[in-house]
Each structure stands twice: as C-alpha cells, then as structure tokens.
C-alpha cells in the first residue's frame, strides 16, 4: 500500500512558477513508477508527465513539454513536478500517481493516487 500527499498548489499569474511535491508512504516508493495528471473542471483527467521507478526515462505530454520537469528523490519518497511559463489553460487539480510500470500515460495504469492540489493560473 502506497498514500501519496501532494502539495506546492496555488494561485499565480501567467508567466510564473510553482514546485508541486508528492510524498509517498511506505518502503517501496523507488519501485514505483510514478506520474502527474491533471483534471481541469468539466474535462477528463489527462496525463502530464510521468518518471521510471529509477528516474531514468521520462515522457511529457506535449502541451507541457519545455515547461514541466518531473524529478524524484528516492532516498525522501519524494516526486516533483517543476511548472514554468504557465499558462490559464493548465489551471486544474494536479494528481499524483504511483505504479507498477511505466512512465505509463493512461490513468487506469496506476494503482494509487493523491487526493491532488489545485493549480490556477489567472491571465
């Protein structure tokens, strides 16, 4: 069993910056593939980015890609989700989510999930 907490969400302008972080529970977090999604009202979750249980590979959905970083700390059961340049349109709950492979890009590959943080980004 994983939990995950995430936190680093707020209110900011176009432009600006935010660090989302993930702590995950338990002693098996570096076997995790770990991953971002996101759920604007009214839209289905999508995918963000996703991380390797090692942090080797990763995969950007295109939208973010050049503006988000996702690293991981194995040693703190930590992943981060680095936001630059953002823009209204990512304004949703971020989520973070651990699996079993990965960097997978559907939802329904990952096995637990934070109770996510809200992101809004106001023009």
């Known amino acids: 069993q994983v939990q995950l907490v995430e936190s680093g969400g707020g209110s900011v302008q176009t432009g600006d910056s935010l660090r989302l972080s993930c702590v995950a529970s338990?002693?098996?977090?570096?076997?995790?593939?770990m991953g971002w999604f996101r759920q604007a009202p009214g839209k289905e979750r999508e995918f963000v980015v996703g991380?390797?249980?090692?942090?080797?590979?990763?995969s950007y959905a295109d939208s973010v890609k050049g503006r988000f970083t996702i690293s991981r700390d194995n040693a703190e059961n930590t992943v981060y989700l680095q936001m630059n340049s953002l823009k209204p349109e990512d304004t949703a709950v971020y989520y973070c989510?651990?699996?079993?492979?990965?960097?997978?890009?559907?939802?329904?590959?990952?096995?637990?999930w934070g109770q996510g943080t809200q992101v809004t980004v106001s023009s």
């Open positions: 338990g002693r098996t977090f570096s076997s995790y593939a």
């Open positions: 991380i390797t249980s090692g942090g080797i590979r990763t």
């Open positions: 989510a651990a699996g079993q492979n990965g960097p997978a890009t559907n939802w329904y590959r990952y096995d637990y």
